[in-house]
């Protein structure tokens, strides 16, 4: 099953950064799914922070989860990335601090690893720059 993408908007000081609400369909195992969910995303310089809350609706808990991001790679993987940030798993949430420079794009992919084993999002491609958001950066504001 593909992932579900609707596109959010968070506007933050200094940089661009178009982040996309991403739901996440897992592995799955007798229609069991894990659910990870980007919610939130609190951005500060070059540094933002993702909140990303997870609906665990299935018999296996996260055993892991975090961000692989790239500028060159469309299509990164944990194995094949720029960076790779493990998530801060608390509760039903995890964190992941990015390191992005001003006016680059890059490719983003949020995985999460159980018993079954690990799963990844669609690629979500972001573009940063130095000026504040506005409401016509959304590409997809119907959603």
Do not use: W
């Given at each position: ?36 969910l980007i919610e939130n995303a609190a ?11 997870t609906a665990d609706i299935s018999a ?53 690893t159980n018993e079954l084993g690990t ?25």
């Open positions: 099953m593909s992932p579900h993408i609707t596109y959010s908007q968070t506007p933050f000081r200094r940089l661009l950064l178009l982040l996309p609400a991403l739901l996440l369909v897992a592995l799955t195992a007798c229609e069991k799914k894990v659910i990870p951005f500060e310089e070059t540094e933002p922070t993702v909140v990303i809350a296996h808990e996260i055993d892991a989860c975090g961000v692989c991001y790239s500028e060159q790679n469309m299509t990164p993987t944990p194995e094949k990335c720029d960076a790779l940030v493990e998530g801060t798993l608390s509760g039903k949430q995890f964190t992941a601090t990015l390191t992005l420079k001003p006016h680059a794009v890059y490719y983003l992919v949020i995985y999460a799963t990844t999002s669609q690629p979500i491609r972001l573009r940063t720059s130095y000026r504040e958001a506005r409401p016509d950066d959304n590409p997809f504001p119907e959603l």
